[in-house]
């Protein structure tokens, strides 16, 4: 782990850096939560959370976003470890929002809950008065995110203003805000998509069996595989195939696209991940595709 | 493999993009629907070349406007080092970006237009990179192929340089003559400067040594929280957890707890992965002492014979952040290491004017990026170190108790 200098490796770094913001967090903050998809980032997070608290059971609850439109792999998983780790688990429900007539459902067969997410987790932050969220997402990611703060404050409408973010110096957070308002807590803000599978290898830890290759039915949409299911019809002249694939981001399963991949393990995916030349959003998300600022004008309205 | 905080500075105009493009894309850290997206956005806006500032502007009004508004993070990788880029404008908000890039960074890159020599700006950068106390400084003398790779050109201006610096707090400074557009020793040596004997910027970054950017000697730990399971399995564990500051601490060490000023011996370290023979920063860990004291956030954790300053009173170098200026005799909160308080500004001794280094005694407050010292009364006793000797038990941040901004970043003298 460490060298005779007293030198750290970047994983351990980068580690010591996230379990110092999440006990910031649950130090300073009265009502946590931990947004949990059962995706390789809240599911890296979720483990950093157990190590910051061990011996003691993490102190807040995680919820999951939920817009019905599930990988089962995933859901399983979700449940599976949720047991095993003792944390609640809260799910904030899309269908349920739709159901109470908050959100209107787009309609036709590229219609996606995806935006839908964002009053359903709006919602779930209000109706348990949470005021602090952790969220997954990493700088690397997409350019907007580059940008966002570790503490990132969120106004009583859940907006993110990017214009005007508190500085943040040293590893001093500023986490006050008024009653209403809430702070978003990205502890992976410096891990790129190759730490992750770095430390997920190190730690051993237990993925959704879609994150490796398999066999699947895919339809080819928009330069991406999507899996052709209940909620994603086949549209006129699409003709599904069997591919061997795995899938580097886990949503829902309307915009997330699978890659061709005989990665079937994490060395085999880290080797993968080394050599690619997309970014996983890039790759995979049809929601980042719908214009140059689709991810910050998200972020704006108070999405992940 | 070690990870690399670099804060860099400087305005379009003289590279600092293409510098950054160059460092991405030359180790492979450019995805190709990235490259696409600036390709896509350069021929939209009639852009005659692709332009890789592009590709840190993330934001849609700086895109608009053609420029950088934020701090902006990018990652590359080496065999060698993690890298983080903190990437600062350097016209608007320069100074609060600046500090705030520069906070964490263990080096600070300095670009200069080797036609147009050292600018205001270019010290105004490295008075700020001594001021946060980076200990690496590189000056890039950039666009050497517009000078034919000219030597004397190359050493005028690395001569001033050296100079001006010498007058500042700088560790460690290395001048390197590149250019970022022609890729001249930014990745590998360049044959148009066989004059120059020195290292490629990359391979200056991966070798610079860094180990002795902490403070190992003072052990300082901030506890942060106190974990205690109540579970069958642990029926009385309690421990303190938090990140070590500084020093390394070992199991049977000696130590003192204060504000409370009770001795205690270290009983272990531990992390969920086991015990830890050594702690040394910035390892999060947590610690368990032989006697059972009266322990809470905000306390500190250190030797018996090496303690930190335990005072009310502070005198301090204070970057003013906030859209008002500061209120003289006003109270803020003040956040240093994991404690809390309210503080008071006392005086401003002085305002020091960035460019000339002047001290300015008769000035009435500090505005948005403005530098000064303040004599500050806090409501608790904070455990101090100099910020030149522990940027983290030496600095700490005011924030507006209405507003709830940040206005404030402060280095103890």
Avoid at chain 2, 160 to 180: H, M, Q, T, W, Y
Avoid at chain 2, 340 to 362: F, G, Q, W
Wanted: glycine residues 6%.
């Amino acid at each position: 782990m460490t060298t005779a200098h007293y030198e750290l490796t970047h994983l351990d770094a980068l580690e010591a850096e996230a379990v110092h913001i999440f006990r910031e967090v649950a130090a300073e903050f009265e009502r946590p939560v931990l947004l949990f998809s059962g995706g390789k980032d809240s599911i890296v997070m979720l483990h950093l959370a157990t190590k910051a608290f061990w011996p003691a059971k993490v102190p807040f609850p995680v919820m999951h976003v939920d817009t019905g439109h599930n990988f089962p792999e995933v859901m399983e998983y979700r449940d599976r470890r949720v047991a095993e780790t003792g944390v609640k688990l809260l799910v904030a429900s899309v269908q349920e929002a739709i159901d109470k007539g908050r959100v209107r459902e787009q309609t036709g067969p590229r219609a996606s809950r995806n935006p839908l997410q964002t009053v359903a987790l709006l919602d779930g932050i209000e109706e348990h008065d949470f005021d602090a969220a952790f969220g997954g997402a990493r700088r690397d990611e997409e350019k907007a995110r580059a940008k966002e703060r570790v503490f990132s404050f969120r106004d009583e409408f859940g907006q993110w203003d990017p214009k005007n973010q508190r500085p943040e110096l040293w590893s001093l957070y500023n986490g006050r805000r008024h009653r209403g308002e809430h702070i978003r807590v990205f502890p992976l803000s410096n891990w790129t998509e190759l730490d992750i599978w770095q430390y997920i290898e190190r730690e051993g830890i237990e993925l959704p069996s879609i994150y490796f290759s398999h066999e699947r039915t895919v339809v080819e949409r928009d330069g991406m595989l999507l899996w052709p299911n209940e909620h994603v019809p086949l549209l006129e002249g699409e003709q599904p195939f069997e591919a061997t694939v795995r899938y580097r981001t886990v949503g829902d399963v309307t915009c997330t696209g699978a890659v061709e991949s005989a990665a079937s393990t994490v060395d085999d995916i880290i080797e993968e991940v080394a050599a690619t030349r997309l970014t996983e959003r890039g790759a995979t998300r049809a929601d980042d595709r719908a214009s140059e600022a689709a991810m910050e004008d998200r972020k704006r309205e108070g999405y992940f | 493999m070690e990870m690399l905080r670099v804060a860099t500075a400087g305005s379009v105009d003289d590279g600092k993009s293409t510098l950054i493009g160059r460092l991405l894309y030359d180790t492979k850290s450019i995805f190709s629907d990235q490259l696409q997206a600036v390709e896509r956005t350069s021929q939209q806006r009639g852009d005659e070349y692709t332009n890789l500032a592009l590709l840190t502007d993330g934001l849609r009004a700086e895109r608009e406007q053609g420029i950088t508004i934020d701090v902006a993070y990018r990652y590359f990788a080496t065999p060698r080092r993690k890298f983080i880029v903190a990437d600062t404008p350097g016209h608007i908000q320069y100074t609060r970006n600046m500090v705030t890039g520069a906070s964490t960074a263990n080096a600070a890159l300095i670009l200069v237009d080797a036609r147009k020599g050292l600018l205001e700006q270019s010290r105004r950068h490295a008075f700020l990179a001594s001021l946060l106390r980076v200990p690496h400084l590189v000056l890039c003398v950039n666009k050497m192929d517009l000078v034919d790779y000219d030597e004397g050109v190359f050493d005028a201006i690395a001569d001033e340089f050296r100079n001006f610096a010498a007058k500042l707090d700088v560790g460690d400074l290395a001048v390197i003559p590149v250019s970022a557009l022609a890729g001249d020793n930014i990745v590998s040596r360049s044959a148009n400067m066989p004059w120059y004997e020195g290292a490629s910027l990359l391979h200056h970054l991966e070798e610079l040594h860094i180990a002795s950017d902490r403070n190992l000697i003072d052990a300082r730990f901030p506890v942060q929280y106190v974990i205690r399971p109540f579970s069958s399995d642990h029926p009385d564990y309690r421990g303190y957890a938090g990140q070590v500051a500084g020093g390394i601490l070992k199991p049977g060490d000696d130590v003192v707890v204060l504000p409370s000023g009770l001795p205690s011996r270290i009983a272990a370290i531990e992390t969920m992965d086991g015990p830890v023979a050594e702690a040394f920063p910035p390892m999060s860990v947590t610690i368990r002492l032989e006697d059972d004291i009266d322990i809470s956030r905000g306390d500190m954790i250190c030797r018996p014979h090496n303690q930190p300053t335990v005072s009310q009173d502070l005198e301090a170098m204070v970057c003013w952040m906030g859209d008002e200026p500061m209120r003289p005799g006003g109270k803020y909160a003040i956040k240093h290491t994991t404690r809390p308080a309210r503080t008071m500004v006392k005086d401003l001794r002085y305002r020091l004017d960035i460019n000339t280094l002047h001290r300015d005694e008769s000035a009435p407050t500090l505005a948005l990026n403005e530098i000064g010292r303040l004599q500050l009364r806090v409501t608790a006793p904070l455990f101090t170190d100099p910020y030149r000797v522990n940027r983290t038990t030496g600095s700490f941040i005011l924030v507006d108790e209405s507003t709830n901004a940040t206005v404030g970043a402060g280095m103890v003298l």
